[in-house]
C-alpha cells in the first residue's frame, strides 16, 4: 500500500554507475543521453554529470558509449568535414548541415580552427555566400556604446531596435547570458580600456 522510493543521498559511485547500466540495458541502448535516462533512472542527469565531471565521462565510467566525441583531434574535424561534404556532394558544408550528418559538434572545430571559415579552408572546402560570420564582442559593444550615447541613459532592451540598433537585445541575451549581464560586459570593458 504504501511505498517508499530509494533513498538516493550520498549513494556511492558504483551505484550510479550500476543504475546508468540498467538504463541502458532497460533501454537496449549503448549510448544513453541525458533525456534517455530522464524518467527512467534512479538519479537526476546533472548529480551523475556532477559527480563524474560530465556526463560523458560518467559513461564512459560505466563502461557505455558516449554520444558525444571528446579530444578530437585537428585531423579527426578535418576528416569528418570532407567526409559530409562528399555525402551533400558540396564544396561547402553549413553548420546546420554539419550538425544533421557531421560526427561531432562545432566546439571541436571552434577550438582548432577558431571559426567555422577557417574549418571550411583547413578542410579545402568553400564557404557559402550565405554564411554569417559570428557577430564579435567588440561590434556588439560598439553598437551598444552608440545606442546609449543616441538615447543618453542606460538602454533598455526596447531600445535595441533598427535604426537605432544594428543588433537586437536578443542577441546581446544569447551572446551573454543575459540582457543585465551584456550591459556589465560593456561597462566592464570601457573600464578596462580607459
Same mark, same amino acid.
Given at each position: 500500500m504504501f511505498h517508499l522510493s530509494p533513498n538516493n543521498r550520498d549513494q556511492p559511485d558504483d551505484v550510479l554507475l550500476e543504475d546508468l547500466r540498467a538504463v541502458a540495458e532497460k533501454l537496449a541502448k549503448t549510448k544513453l543521453t541525458r533525456d534517455d535516462y530522464i524518467g527512467q533512472g534512479r538519479f537526476a542527469p546533472a548529480t551523475i554529470a556532477n559527480?563524474?565531471?560530465?556526463?560523458? $565521462?560518467?559513461?564512459? $565510467?560505466?563502461? @557505455?558509449?558516449? &554520444? /558525444?566525441?571528446?579530444? *578530437? %583531434?585537428?585531423?579527426?574535424?578535418?576528416?569528418? @568535414?570532407? /567526409? *559530409?561534404?562528399?555525402?551533400?556532394?558540396? &564544396?561547402? *558544408?553549413? *553548420? %546546420?548541415?554539419?550538425?544533421?550528418?557531421? #560526427?561531432?559538434?562545432? #566546439?571541436?572545430? @571552434?577550438?582548432?580552427?577558431?571559426?567555422?571559415? %577557417?574549418? @571550411?579552408a583547413a578542410a579545402g572546402l568553400d564557404v557559402s555566400e550565405n554564411y554569417k560570420p559570428r557577430i564579435t564582442d567588440e561590434a556588439l559593444f560598439e553598437n551598444l556604446e552608440v545606442v546609449w550615447q543616441s538615447i543618453g541613459r542606460q538602454p533598455t532592451v526596447n531600445d535595441m531596435h533598427p535604426p537605432r540598433s544594428n543588433y537586437s537585445a536578443d542577441v546581446y541575451k544569447r551572446r551573454f547570458g543575459g540582457w543585465r549581464k551584456a550591459l556589465e560586459a560593456f561597462v566592464e570593458g570601457v573600464r578596462t580600456f580607459v
Open positions: 559527480r563524474f565531471g560530465g556526463w560523458g $565521462r560518467a559513461l564512459e $565510467r560505466a563502461g @557505455l558509449a558516449t &554520444s /558525444r566525441h571528446f579530444f *578530437v %583531434s585537428r585531423e579527426e574535424c578535418i576528416t569528418d @568535414l570532407q /567526409r *559530409v561534404a562528399r555525402i551533400l556532394g558540396a &564544396s561547402e *558544408v553549413s *553548420v %546546420s548541415s554539419y550538425r544533421e550528418h557531421g #560526427k561531432y559538434s562545432e #566546439k571541436p572545430f @571552434l577550438t582548432h580552427f577558431g571559426s567555422w571559415m %577557417s574549418s @571550411l
